[in-house]
């Protein structure tokens, strides 16, 4: 019943910047790690970022640097600011969420994914 949906993606040029939105709905108590995931083409899901409700985050030593993740607990709500954007980052991104300390794929909550296309 829990629902997440991404906002955001899009086709942006190589150095550009994109906000990502997730809004999770459908339960009370705030998840306690909420993160993003991308999968390109031919390639498996893999991490982008995690916050957790104590604000402690996690990120992937490629988008480090590049791409800032934050969250509004009370709303279940998370984005990812990312800047510097690179050709490589092109993927879909989904948004996760588990009331566990880390996001576990098999048990976690996920968004339908958002496209963001970064050309050259």
């Known amino acids: 019943q829990v629902q997440l949906v991404e906002s955001g993606g899009g086709l942006v040029q190589a150095g550009g910047s994109l906000r990502l939105s997730c809004a999770a709905s459908?339960?009370?108590?705030?998840?306690?790690?909420m993160g993003w995931y991308r999968q390109a083409p031919g390639k498996q899901r893999g991490l982008v970022a995690t916050?957790?409700?104590?604000?402690?985050?996690n990120y992937a030593g490629s988008v480090e640097g590049r791409f800032t993740i934050s969250r509004a607990n009370a709303k279940n709500t998370v984005y990812l600011q990312m800047s510097s954007l690179k050709p490589e980052d092109t993927a879909v991104y989904y948004c996760?969420?588990?009331?566990?300390?880390?996001?576990?794929?098999?048990?976690?909550?996920w968004g339908q994914g958002t496209q963001v296309t970064v050309s050259s």
């Open positions: 996760a969420a588990d009331t566990g300390p880390i996001v576990r794929p098999g048990r976690a909550y």
């Open positions: 459908g339960s009370i108590a705030v998840f306690n790690v």
């Open positions: 916050v957790t409700s104590g604000g402690r985050t």
